[in-house]
């Protein structure tokens, strides 16, 4: 490979990885007030869209166990999806199912998810 050919290989990877990372970028507004509301046993995570949330803001819930680590995974914590809180219009999931275990400890998040300006963007887990 000419030096030549391996420069225009370098800018175009960085050329390429830019694009991609910005098509990612956490430019969306995050949830805010984020809060579990749990009466009669029915655990409700709520929240409130950011300021500045577009109207056609989806958003994706995902919850854990207290002390519950991936394997392997240097203590980090093992989150878990459910489908009816995937890519929702709604500001609150109902976790009662999967938080029905009343030995065990839970705690949530949620982002936001959407196309401002028609490029995809998601805000930071809060």
């Known amino acids: 490979m000419t030096q030549r050919s391996a420069i225009l290989f370098v800018l175009w990877l ?46 994706t819930v995902q919850y854990a166990i207290y002390g519950d680590r991936v394997p392997g995974g240097g203590g980090r914590v093992r989150w878990r999806g459910t489908p009816r809180c995937r890519d929702t219009v709604l500001t609150w999931c109902d976790l009662s199912n ?10 949530a998040r949620v982002k936001a998810l959407g196309k401002p300006g028609g490029q995809r963007a998601s805000s930071n887990w809060t």
């Open 14 to 59: 960085l050329t390429h990885f830019k694009t991609a990372a910005s098509s990612l970028s956490p430019a969306h507004p995050r949830p805010v007030d984020v809060f579990f509301s749990s009466v009669n046993l029915r655990n409700i995570l709520q929240w409130h869209a950011g300021k500045g949330t577009p109207s056609s803001t989806r958003y």
């Open 98 to 107: 999967e938080t029905a275990d009343l030995e065990e400890g839970y705690f």
